[in-house]
């Protein structure tokens, strides 16, 4: 593992990116000289801009020499993104045949982490909402952690931050497998359920790379395991010989009356949620604004993790109590006459029932519309029955197109397939509107741009209810 102090200076590809900007944003903090390159000129890049970063628009085979020349130095390492890859990037190639050292991007996060005590977040689901819990519970009890997180976290308004104390969470990402960089000192594995099988050959596969990430837990160190997920006690069966073996221990969470740090007593509504956790004789009260049980599970992996850095019970609950949000997770994106509109990621069939579950107990009498863009058509391959049918946990339902994002079509696999009308975009920001009434909630979903509809709607809220205000009350 590299650490920063032999990195020199370093260019990112793909820098806009959530993931590179947040480690360009850290090296930055800590006095790295940086530069970057990406495809778009999004706003972030006015960001590293303002701050006096050489960045360019578009990959080109002399950007590195080009920057090279204007600072008057020699970069020394290169960061990027999964999507900027040897052979397909006409940067990544140039730099790699001048001899440049090449890290992924996770590589370029773990040598942030290296200076600092690790706490790494893994999972096919809940990492984005459990990393940033945990920054939150860190930061609220005052021991300032450095993250790095794939949102925007309410109430810092970054996705990463250098922060003086000695924890750093990061997000571990597991669709490219490259979450086995890391070698936290607590890792936390929110659920393990086979996803990605457009990387990884199969669901044994996918499940190995827990393996293996879980065995860079360092000597003495903590595994922090949902008791409710199968798929992680099967994970917590194959490591904990291995850990203990290491002077390590697991520490379970969830309902399971088995849990070690267990949630009891919980009630969930409008206004958030309330559960009891208990762990051996104590027992705290958690009072969480974000909806859902599958929060209420992501905030207690947070807390077990604080147990895990010495943190009290109590403590710990009072700090994650004050976690508002992070960016595209239940995200509140207005409301109009009484309607909220509502934004998620959700883009798993899992997720997608946590959800629209979350959804229900929110609304309360109220009706729960939903627009679901399917993403990838690998996944949708995969998953178009079970996508089909937790779509009908809402009252009403609007397919998008498949996001394609990186893939290319696969013949037959269509957004048909889940069952539910196909629309185009603003047809379906039409119907929502039409069948939307005050206190009902309009959900947009997925991992793809079916985020920008919710401003789409939230304006057609407002003209079609010109005579009740038209009043926004946002996020």
Not at 343 to 366: I, K, M, N, Q, W
Not at 397 to 412: K, M, Q, S
Request: hydrophobic letters at 45%; proline letters at 3%.
């Amino acid at each position: 593992m590299s650490s920063l102090s032999q990195l020199g200076r370093v260019h990112f590809l793909g820098m806009a990116g959530v993931g590179v900007s947040a480690i360009a944003r850290l090296m930055l903090a800590e006095g790295v000289p940086v530069s970057g390159t990406d495809g778009k000129d999004l706003p972030v890049l006015r960001e590293f801009r303002d701050a006096g970063v050489p960045v360019r628009v578009g990959y080109a085979e002399d950007n590195i020499r080009s920057v090279e020349e204007e600072t008057g130095t020699t970069i020394d390492t290169v960061v990027a993104s999964s999507v900027a890859k040897a052979g397909r990037n006409v940067e990544y190639d140039a730099a790699a045949a001048a001899g440049k050292r090449m890290l992924h991007r996770s590589e370029g996060l773990a040598a942030c982490m290296s200076a600092k005590r690790g706490i790494a977040v893994a999972g096919t689901h809940g990492k984005t909402t459990t990393s940033s819990m945990t920054a939150v519970m860190l930061s609220a009890a005052g021991l300032e952690p450095s993250f790095a997180i794939g949102a925007t976290v309410s109430g810092f308004g970054t996705n990463a931050q250098a922060g003086a104390g000695q924890w750093f969470v990061a997000e571990a990402d597991e669709s490219d497998g490259t979450l086995v960089n890391y070698c936290p000192e607590i890792a936390i594995v929110t659920n393990v359920e086979p996803d990605h099988l457009d990387h990884y050959a199969s669901a044994e596969e996918f499940e190995q790379v827990f393996v293996t990430f879980v065995g860079n837990i360092l000597p003495g160190g903590a595994l922090v395991l949902c008791a409710d997920d199968d798929g992680a006690r099967s994970l917590g069966r194959k490591v904990a010989g291995g850990l203990e073996s290491k002077g390590g221990s697991v520490l379970t969470y969830g309902f399971a009356a088995d849990a070690g740090l267990r949630l009891s007593d919980h009630s969930d509504g409008a206004d958030g949620q309330r559960f009891t956790l208990s762990c051996h004789d104590e027992t705290a009260q958690v009072v969480l604004a974000a909806p859902g049980r599958h929060n209420a599970l992501n905030a207690a992996a947070a807390v077990g993790a604080g147990l895990c850095a010495g943190m009290a019970l109590s403590d710990a609950a009072e700090a994650v109590s004050s976690f508002a949000g992070s960016s595209r997770r239940f995200e509140k994106r207005g409301e109009i006459a009484g309607i909220r509109v509502i934004d998620d990621y959700a883009h798993h069939p899992t997720e997608l029932a946590a959800v629209l579950s979350a959804a229900r107990s929110a609304v309360g009498a109220g009706a729960v519309h939903a627009i679901f863009q399917p993403h990838l058509f690998t996944r949708t391959e995969a998953f178009a029955k079970e996508f089909g049918e937790e779509l009908r946990r809402a009252d009403t339902a609007a397919v998008l197109e498949i996001y394609p994002a990186r893939e290319e079509p696969i013949e037959g696999v269509t957004a048909e397939l889940l069952g539910h009308p196909v629309l185009q975009r603003q047809a379906a920001v039409d119907q929502a509107v039409r069948a939307a009434q005050p206190g009902d909630i309009i959900l947009t979903l997925g991992a793809g741009d079916v985020t920008e509809l919710g401003d789409d709607i939230v304006e057609g809220l407002r003209q079609a209810r010109p005579a009740e205000g038209g009043a926004v009350d946002g996020p």
